[in-house]
């Protein structure tokens, strides 16, 4: 693997900075050169499927961007961003970059990691998988980088839920409802206080349990930054947990609102923070 | 070697023809799907008659009930691509599949499946975004 890669954090995980910093820090730390990319102006296109004609023009315009980076290697947070790439952008694009998972770069370097994730964290941890993510296995890589944490007992459950990550249930609600309530019901009957998220979506959808369940949400690479002495802050389940429009308001506060426009944040950011997690 | 699609259309016409030319009907995709419960419509469907059905869309005509039913409650589990015994990426069929019953391919009419994102997508996305990253970082990340 090259020292210099472009980070493809994709754009659903920017509700998520955390996450994103949290990666970046995690691949500095195992000595990878990273160049950030992502939000709309690096969307794969993967939502525009009834319209070609702007997926291919989306698509096109990532592979370009990531060719005039120069990286040999373009890493992939989000696993739909992935697929995409591997199925579709790749097909019809002159890609000159060889593509890769997140958790595969780190999981190659756990060595490394190792020496870096020193500080003891005391916490029973499940991990929350799925099964559809077919072309990385992901879930053990995530699993043996958790084991690296001193203080942390991974349980191992076999709760593994349908699609990729939460977000893809979301068609299906009665499917997001049951996989949700299996998360609850394991992690209570396994005793574990943490639930570790694998990516973004599930994060999203599953933090505000936290509100009616007896544990935390927190995606795996905050639990490695936090035991590398680098503890980040989830806003998003902040504002998620804030209860009330009046909370979320003053969570997000004023400046925030403004920037964004209140029409938007009426309309469509605060019915997501006002949402409750389907179970 | 094959020369690579000049466009995502040209792309999406190869993958039809060569899944057309292998995929056998027998099913397997579907007996796998662990979605398929989620639907009413599917109760007691015949695996063949679905999977025929899908293979309708990609034709560009309209396929039967069972096969939308089945294009509707995907979520890309990736289980039918273990089992298909001929190797075909049977997720990017279903995909290929709600995209001709989305419209895009071509077939006039009104469209089996709604396909549209949320109409403020890029603005949500950006507005969470300056939430989340320094202007800095947006300007070097994101543009």
């Known amino acids: ?279 | 070697m094959t020369e690579k699609a000049a466009t995502l259309r040209a792309h999406l016409d190869v993958f039809i023809d060569d899944t057309l030319s292998r995929c056998t009907r027998c099913g397997k995709c579907f007996e796998a799907c662990p979605m398929t419960r989620y639907s009413d419509g599917l109760t007691g469907a015949d695996p063949k008659n679905v999977v025929s059905g899908v293979l309708d869309w990609l034709k560009q005509t309209p396929g039967n009930a069972e096969s939308v039913a089945w294009l509707k409650v995907c979520t890309q589990s990736s289980r039918c691509v273990e089992a298909c015994p001929e190797g075909i990426n049977a997720m990017k069929m279903i995909r290929v599949g709600q995209m001709s019953a989305m419209g895009s391919l071509g077939l006039s009419g009104k469209p089996a499946l709604s396909g549209r994102d949320a109409k403020d997508f890029f603005r949500v996305i950006n507005a969470f975004s300056e939430t989340q990253m320094t202007p800095e970082e947006i300007e070097r990340w994101q543009r």
Request: with cysteine; net charge neutral.
């Open chain 1, 1 to 279: 693997m090259t020292d210099k890669v472009t980070f493809w954090y994709g754009c659903n995980v920017v509700r998520h900075g955390d996450i994103i910093h949290s990666a970046i820090t995690l691949l500095e730390a195992v000595g990878v050169e990273v160049t950030p990319a992502g939000g709309a102006g690096y969307c794969c296109g993967t939502s525009k499927d009834a319209n070609l004609r702007a997926a291919e023009g989306m698509g096109r315009r990532t592979v370009e961007k990531f060719n005039a980076h120069g990286t040999e290697q373009v890493v992939s947070w989000c696993p739909s961003c992935y697929r995409h790439m591997n199925a579709f952008m790749g097909e019809y694009t002159d890609a000159r970059f060889q593509l890769s998972s997140f958790a595969q770069i780190l999981h190659a370097r756990r060595d490394v990691l190792a020496a870096k994730v020193t500080h003891r964290i005391e916490r029973k941890v499940m991990l929350h998988k799925h099964f559809g993510f077919h072309e990385v296995d992901v879930n053990p890589l995530v699993e043996d980088l958790l084991r690296l944490i001193p203080g942390v007992e991974l349980v191992a459950t076999d709760v593994s839920s349908p699609g990729h990550m939460c977000s893809a249930l979301s068609r299906v609600p009665a499917s997001l409802k049951e996989a949700t309530r299996a998360v609850c019901d394991t992690a209570i009957s396994a005793h574990v206080d943490t639930v570790a998220t694998v990516f973004h979506s599930c994060q999203r959808l599953l933090c505000a349990l936290e509100g009616s369940e007896p544990f935390k949400v927190v995606n795996y690479v905050n639990l490695l930054t936090e035991a590398m002495g680098l503890p980040s802050q989830d806003d998003y389940k902040d504002w998620k947990l804030a209860g009330s429009e009046a909370a979320v308001r003053a969570k997000v506060g004023d400046a925030r609102i403004a920037a964004m426009g209140e029409k938007l944040f009426r309309e469509s950011i605060l019915p997501e923070l006002l949402r409750p997690p389907s179970k």
